[in-house]
Every structure is written in C-alpha cells, then in structure tokens.
C-alpha cells in the first residue's frame, strides 16, 4: 500500500466508486480526455468509456442543470466545477432544484449528486480560481458540504459522498491537493458524513478548522505543545449538518475555542460556530471563542495570498493570548 496524496486519493475513490456502482457517472470541463484541469478524474474515460465520464462545454449553467436531472432519474453524478469562483452560474440549480427536490415531491425523487469543487488560495493562481466561498453552500437547507483535508479523509468521504441520498458539495482544497501523502487502503470503506474527526487530543485548548488549514494548525498546536499548551485539534470536515455535539464536547474539557479558516471573517462558518458555541458552552468557556481567517476582501494576487492566508504564527498568536485571558 504506496503512500498517495490527497488528488490521488480523489482519483482513487471515483474509480473505486465507478468500479462497484454502474449507475456512477462522471461529467465536467475537461475531466474525460484531459483527465480534468488538476488531474483529479485521469483514467476513468479509459477504464469507463465515454457513456460514464462525459466532457461538457464551458457551462456550469448546463452542468449543473444536467446533473440534477440524472440524479432525479436513477444515476448518481459527480459533477466538476473546475473551481469554486466558477461556481455562480450553477447555483439555480444547486439551490432552487436539488437542494429542495425531496421536499418538492414529498419524498417521491431525492438528489444523490456530487458536485466536486476544488477551492482555496495557495496555488498562484488568477482572479476567480482562489475563492474560498463555503458559507454560501453551507447557508442552503438541503445541501451537505464536505470538505476532506489528508487523503484517508478524501478517499472515504468522497466515497460517502456518492452514496448519499441528498445532493453533497465536496469541497477540495486544491493548496494540498499533493503537499500531503498517506497510506489509503482502497478497500471501498466509507468514512461517516457529518461528523467531526479528532486528529489530536488536549486539555488547554480547542482547536477547530477544515481544509487546507488543517496543515497550519497542526504545525501550531506541535509548535503550542514545546510551549506547554495541550491542543486539542477538529477537523469539522462537514460544514453542513454540523456535528456539534464533538465540538460541544472538546469546548467542555479545554475551557478555550480558537477556529481557523482561510475564508474572510464576516460571516464565516467560524462565526457560526462561535454563535453556537456561545449559546450551548457559556459556562465552561474560560476566555472569549477567537478565530484566525482570511480578511474581508478579495481573495488577492499570488504575492499577497500568503498574507491573506492564515499562517502558523498568526494561529500561534491568537493561542497565546486565549491562555492568557
């Protein structure tokens, strides 16, 4: 079992996928001939033909709209929006159709769809490629929002994802799409939706994020361990329900909350879970629930996106002043 990375592990679960259900099928910019702009889908046309792994026009409009309509009559789509900026066109479908399709018909159709997005700054990419927009998709009554952060986590959530009955936005963190390797068993195993994995135990602090900025404050809390500081470290991975019993919980033992994310601050899911958090853990919180994100403005050019995005220092910092408060 070879070490892989986390786009690998993307590719290894569509084929796993597209091995062991018939009805999946594969359709976007790119991602037959071309294998899709990352590499992300390389090896299904050729293992699947062109019945299963469609290429479609420049038209997220159409993609979308497609999408839907396959899910509602019998096949499970994963569809690609090349990334996350490209997303609008899209987003009648998304939200007006499958997101309400079940409750429309009362139960009679339901969406089990995947729209795969790669998001996220990091990579020196231009205007519209590094958005980091999750809230828009987690606001929507309907749709499940995923978002894998190592490899272990792509290949079973994305397998999840699949065979879900409700429509999923899997949301791919293209700025460690190969920074990270793990052994992956592609035994078929699904990891759980909708639920938050611990990835290291603490006492003196919770930390909670998604994404890319899982690397980050993993780096921090090692860093925040020579210091003294025991960190507790969330990966929320599902947006949309969130599981809030975990972070409940966690908040409850360590008396602190910092979340991070690479999303602008207002109205980021990190406040959301800061109101939450507020509402249900009051009693227990020691000091204020603090977070480390983007900035309010747009996502900027490749010299200035490692300003914009959260760092170990800045995660470092706002540790510090939580355990002084």
Request: include cysteine; proline fraction near 6%.
């Amino acid at each position: 079992m070879a070490d892989i990375t986390l786009l690998e592990a993307v590719n290894l679960a569509l084929h796993r996928a597209m091995h062991d259900d018939p009805d999946v099928v594969v359709l976007g910019e790119d991602v037959g001939v071309n294998g899709g702009v990352f590499r992300a889908t390389e090896g299904l046309r050729e293992s699947f033909g062109m019945k299963r792994v469609m290429d479609t026009p420049l038209a997220e409009a159409m993609i979308a709209g497609m999408t839907v309509g396959m899910a509602t009559q019998g096949l499970k789509p994963v569809a690609e929006i090349q990334f996350m900026g490209f997303m609008f066109p899209a987003l009648e479908h998304l939200i007006c159709h499958a997101a309400r399709m079940r409750n429309r018909t009362r139960g009679r159709l339901h969406c089990p769809m995947v729209v795969r997005m790669p998001f996220g700054g990091g990579i020196h990419a231009p205007e519209h490629h590094s958005e980091s927009m999750e809230t828009l998709l987690a606001h929507i009554p309907g749709l499940r929002v995923v978002v894998p952060s190592s490899p272990q986590r792509a290949y079973g959530l994305l397998l999840a994802a699949i065979r879900s009955p409700d429509p999923v936005m899997f949301l791919e963190p293209k700025r460690i799409y190969r920074a990270v390797s793990q052994k992956v068993d592609d035994n078929g195993q699904a990891l759980p939706l909708d639920t938050c994995f611990t990835l290291r135990e603490g006492t003196d602090l919770t930390l909670v994020t998604w994404g890319a900025s899982v690397m980050e404050s993993l780096q921090a809390a090692e860093q925040l361990a020579s210091e003294g500081v025991s960190v507790e470290v969330i990966d929320v991975a599902t947006l949309n329900p969130m599981d809030h019993a975990t972070l409940e919980a966690s908040v409850a033992r360590t008396g602190r909350c910092l979340i991070v994310h690479e999303a602008p601050r207002h109205v980021g899911v990190g406040a959301e879970i800061a109101a939450h958090l507020g509402e249900t853990c009051l009693f227990d919180l020691k000091a204020p629930i603090a977070r480390v994100t983007g900035y309010d403005t747009v996502m900027p050019y490749f010299r200035l996106e490692n300003h914009y995005l959260p760092d170990v220092n800045r995660i470092v910092d706002a540790a510090r002043v939580l355990m002084d408060e």
